[in-house]
């Protein structure tokens, strides 16, 4: 491969000023910025880049459904697939009134880039129909989910393109997808979907990989900084799938848990928060607001606790340039999609502090998912314990070579993560002759 430094690509961040006057970037500029940079950073060749700057194909559907009044209603529908150098694309469907092309490209974009990291063989991809699920009945939003499978049926299968549940999309929605396409094709398909339930051929082990990929990049951080998670004092923004699994599995650990918050708000208590009392709780409430023992705090407020680890695992940008200063964590293991914006991250790492990248933090979710598809394709079923000790290798292994080059290279863990990536990637081309 000609090793001759790549150009600059000529792709710059859209820097719109929202009247916060916090940086918000176009996703799919983002994307195709990070992926430029660690083309650069690597030197490798303008074709690498030239290949991985689009989508190798986009699909836009429009989706026929008949509503329960009687009228036929039109929904839009996306899928985008990145690339397929590396395997079949890989990638979740999300249901959103505010889905649209950029996003839904810049998010194939970047599960190329978590499957790299993880060295799984996918390229990525995404989905994304236009709707509010909470306006839809259980009947429409089922012929929604058969629409959009149909629609898409010639560019998905298990050999091409798989995908998963997203925001708004889960279990039951892969469950209907999956049946239609079984119908479509004339025989049984469960590897078209991760994330089916059980009984389709759904994995052990996947409702809580990604809070349990988290808590080991934790520990892996801790480690590199000579401490143990044992005794360690953490926070977790969010207590949904990933928040409240991370939490659980933190102080399962042996981590004391001082601070956890919900969209309702947040608990405090300096010496330990009891998280199988607050998984009791939060059934029972809906919220971890007003867990007894605690001290009530904000929703933002656990992102500012004194702590050796934050876990934000809600929302993106609750980490802007204006409150980065008020973080006193040790280490930020995003478990959340996009938490930290860039000009937060470069401003956190130099207050040394040390940052574990959602596309490597949030990864153990899509590596089940790759075990999901394995199990279906062979269909043979492995126990859970097998499940978690192979997602612990996986895990493990992608935080170390993210680690070796963050060392070798002197650049951040989300710089490394995306040359670990981008190389394997280059690598693939290089050996299939595209460059
Ligand atoms: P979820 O809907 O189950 O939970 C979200 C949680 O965030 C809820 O507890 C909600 O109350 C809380 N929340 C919402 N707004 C908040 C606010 N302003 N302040 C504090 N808390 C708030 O979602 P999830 O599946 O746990 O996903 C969380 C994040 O992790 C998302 O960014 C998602 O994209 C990402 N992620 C999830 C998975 C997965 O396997 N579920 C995989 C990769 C990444």
């Given at each position: 491969m000609c090793a001759a430094k790549l150009p600059d690509p000529g792709i710059r961040p859209?820097?719109?000023?929202?009247t916060g006057g916090r940086e918000t970037l176009n996703p799919f500029h983002s994307a195709q910025m990070l992926i430029g940079n660690a083309c650069r950073e690597l030197g490798l060749p303008q074709a690498v880049y030239e290949y991985l700057k689009e989508p190798a194909r986009v699909l836009i559907v429009s989706i026929p459904v008949r509503m329960d009044n009687g009228e036929i209603r039109t929904f839009i529908g996306y899928r985008s697939q990145h690339t397929d150098v590396i395997g079949p694309t890989k990638g979740g469907v999300r249901f959103h009134p505010q889905v649209d092309l950029d996003e839904v490209k810049a998010l194939s974009m970047w599960m190329t880039i978590k499957c790299g990291v993880l060295g799984l063989p996918y390229g990525g991809a995404k989905g994304g129909v236009v709707?509010?699920?909470?306006?839809?009945?259980r009947r429409e939003l089922e012929a929604l989910a058969r629409g959009y499978i149909r629609a898409i049926a010639n560019m998905v299968?298990?050999?091409k393109d798989i995908p998963a549940p997203d925001v708004n999309t889960n279990p039951q929605v892969m469950g209907w997808m999956m049946d239609e396409y079984s119908k479509l094709r004339g025989f049984n398909a469960?590897?078209?979907?991760?994330?089916?339930p059980m009984i389709l051929g759904g994995s052990a082990g996947r409702a809580e990989a990604t809070g349990r990929g988290v808590v080991i990049c934790a520990r892996e951080a801790m480690r590199r900084l000579?401490?143990?998670?044992?005794g360690a004092t953490a926070a977790v923004q969010g207590f949904g799938n990933v928040g409240s699994n991370a939490a659980r599995f933190l102080y399962e650990e042996g981590?004391?848990?001082?601070g956890i918050s919900d969209v309702r708000g947040g608990v405090y208590n300096p010496d330990g928060i009891d998280v199988y009392q607050a998984l009791e709780w939060a059934r029972e409430?809906?919220?971890?607001?007003?867990?007894?023992g605690t001290q009530p705090i904000g929703s933002?407020?656990?992102?500012?606790?004194?702590?050796?680890v934050l876990i934000?695992?809600?929302?993106?940008?609750?980490?802007t340039l204006e409150n980065a200063d008020r973080i006193q964590a040790r280490v930020i293991v995003e478990?959340?999609?996009?938490?930290?914006t860039p000009e937060a991250a470069r401003r956190l790492t130099q207050r040394g502090i040390f940052q574990v990248p959602d596309i490597l933090a949030n990864a153990g979710g899509v590596t089940v998912s790759y075990f999901e598809w394995v199990q279906n394709l062979q269909n043979y079923y492995w126990p859970e314990e097998e499940v978690l000790e192979k997602l612990e290798q996986m895990m493990v292994n992608a935080f170390n070579a993210v680690y070796k080059v963050h060392q070798q290279r002197g650049v951040s863990m989300r710089r490394a993560a995306y040359m670990v990536a981008v190389k394997r990637l280059a690598d693939a081309m290089q050996a299939r002759g595209w460059i």
């Amino acid at each position: 491969m000609c090793a001759a430094k790549l150009p600059d690509p000529g792709i710059r961040p859209v820097a719109d000023v929202d009247t916060g006057g916090r940086e918000t970037l176009n996703p799919f500029h983002s994307a195709q910025m990070l992926i430029g940079n660690a083309c650069r950073e690597l030197g490798l060749p303008q074709a690498v880049y030239e290949y991985l700057k689009e989508p190798a194909r986009v699909l836009i559907v429009s989706i026929p459904v008949r509503m329960d009044n009687g009228e036929i209603r039109t929904f839009i529908g996306y899928r985008s697939q990145h690339t397929d150098v590396i395997g079949p694309t890989k990638g979740g469907v999300r249901f959103h009134p505010q889905v649209d092309l950029d996003e839904v490209k810049a998010l194939s974009m970047w599960m190329t880039i978590k499957c790299g990291v993880l060295g799984l063989p996918y390229g990525g991809a995404k989905g994304g129909v236009v709707c509010d699920p909470g306006q839809l009945s259980r009947r429409e939003l089922e012929a929604l989910a058969r629409g959009y499978i149909r629609a898409i049926a010639n560019m998905v299968g298990p050999e091409k393109d798989i995908p998963a549940p997203d925001v708004n999309t889960n279990p039951q929605v892969m469950g209907w997808m999956m049946d239609e396409y079984s119908k479509l094709r004339g025989f049984n398909a469960p590897g078209l979907v991760t994330g089916k339930p059980m009984i389709l051929g759904g994995s052990a082990g996947r409702a809580e990989a990604t809070g349990r990929g988290v808590v080991i990049c934790a520990r892996e951080a801790m480690r590199r900084l000579g401490r143990s998670l044992r005794g360690a004092t953490a926070a977790v923004q969010g207590f949904g799938n990933v928040g409240s699994n991370a939490a659980r599995f933190l102080y399962e650990e042996g981590a004391k848990v001082v601070g956890i918050s919900d969209v309702r708000g947040g608990v405090y208590n300096p010496d330990g928060i009891d998280v199988y009392q607050a998984l009791e709780w939060a059934r029972e409430h809906g919220t971890v607001a007003g867990l007894p023992g605690t001290q009530p705090i904000g929703s933002a407020d656990v992102l500012y606790l004194p702590v050796d680890v934050l876990i934000p695992a809600a929302l993106e940008n609750v980490i802007t340039l204006e409150n980065a200063d008020r973080i006193q964590a040790r280490v930020i293991v995003e478990a959340a999609n996009g938490p930290t914006t860039p000009e937060a991250a470069r401003r956190l790492t130099q207050r040394g502090i040390f940052q574990v990248p959602d596309i490597l933090a949030n990864a153990g979710g899509v590596t089940v998912s790759y075990f999901e598809w394995v199990q279906n394709l062979q269909n043979y079923y492995w126990p859970e314990e097998e499940v978690l000790e192979k997602l612990e290798q996986m895990m493990v292994n992608a935080f170390n070579a993210v680690y070796k080059v963050h060392q070798q290279r002197g650049v951040s863990m989300r710089r490394a993560a995306y040359m670990v990536a981008v190389k394997r990637l280059a690598d693939a081309m290089q050996a299939r002759g595209w460059i």
